[in-house]
């Protein structure tokens, strides 16, 4: 991962620009304005890097009373540390058993965040584990005292693919920037994201709407992917992109992924072509002490409504 640092970056500017404004500061500027910008967009373009960036907050969080809202942060680390672990536990393929989240890929808002990956197809794995865990919170499997006391928590998502760079420990580019401002545009739950995502599933996996079809066993196949081949690994068994039948009846696995072209929104005078993504999984959970099958839960992401995006 391509990082840059303060001392790089202040060499860099103090080498043509400066802070003191005597003498004829126009003609400064005309002279030299150029050369400057094109001296920091070489080295921008060493440190700029395309990522996806998965944003999540809670919808309605200014809503909550006083208790409920100082339980929330802690509900989020809790899920997000659950999630971490799932990933590491389930799926070796994509994430080889080491993710974390650090300053380096992840960005703490309190009631969500940034979360930084490779690729758009890792960010939707994570989001479904993410789903999976804030499903077992609500159907109060999971902290039920805490549960009742926040009430349902809802969670709207949304992806991002562009440029971001490393400035010490933290994280800045257009991805974060778009990300926020759709995030800011959605008044409901939904998982909304962008153009340059609609294009990467287009490119490499044939669009979006393979993830109800899509396979280990493909990813391992296909060239896009070859990187994280790892020796003896065939199948993710229980990783979020296979399935597993019962008498027939999938009970394990995406079951429905919809998109929808939204459209353009306006945020801060720019314009972001927007789509819309529902994804429904099946699955059972285990005790985790005996290994009892609780009742069947089928999770939601996103939602099919997508009233009031567009002006």
């Not at 159907?139 to 440029?163: G, M, N, Q, S, W």
């Not at 739950?189 to 066993?217: C, P, T, V």
């Not at 990813?219 to 597993?244: A, Q, T």
């Not at 999938?250 to 005078?269: P, R």
Request: proline share 2%; aromatic share 12%.
């Amino acid at each position: 991962m391509k990082k840059t640092t303060m001392k790089e970056m202040t060499d860099l500017i103090y080498s043509s620009d400066r802070h003191e404004t005597f003498g004829n500061i126009d003609a400064f500027i005309k002279d030299n304005v150029v050369a400057h910008e094109f001296k920091v967009r070489d080295y921008l373009m060493q440190v700029l890097e395309k990522k996806a960036v998965l944003g999540f907050d809670i919808y309605g969080y200014s809503q909550y009373k006083e208790v409920p809202q100082a339980l929330i942060p802690f509900v989020m680390k809790d899920l997000l540390n659950r999630t971490v672990s799932n990933i590491n536990r389930y799926e070796q393929f994509l994430f080889d058993g080491k993710f974390s989240l650090t300053t380096e890929n992840y960005i703490d808002t309190g009631d969500g965040g940034f979360v930084i990956f490779d690729t758009p197809l890792h960010a939707i794995c994570f989001s479904i584990h993410f789903s999976i865990a804030l499903r077992q919170f609500n159907t109060y499997v999971a902290l039920p005292l805490t549960r009742d006391i926040i009430k349902e928590i809802d969670i709207r998502f949304a992806l991002t693919y562009d440029e971001v760079f490393f400035l010490e420990d933290n994280v800045y580019g257009t991805a974060i920037i778009n990300n926020a401002r759709i995030l800011s545009k959605d008044k409901l739950n939904r998982f909304l994201f962008d153009r340059n995502s609609n294009e990467w599933f287009l490119k490499n996996l044939n669009g979006i709407e393979i993830l109800r079809n899509i396979s280990y066993s493909s990813l391992h196949e296909s060239e896009n992917f070859s990187s994280y081949l790892k020796p003896g690994l065939v199948d993710d068994e229980w990783g979020v992109f296979n399935k597993k039948f019962n008498g027939g009846i999938l009970a394990f696995g995406i079951s429905d992924c919809n998109t929808q072209k939204i459209g353009v929104i306006h945020a801060k005078q720019q314009e972001i072509s927007i789509f819309n993504l529902q994804m429904q999984f099946s699955l059972s959970i285990n005790s985790e002490s005996d290994g009892t099958v609780f009742e069947p839960l089928v999770v939601t992401v996103g939602s099919l409504n997508s009233a009031g995006l567009v002006e």
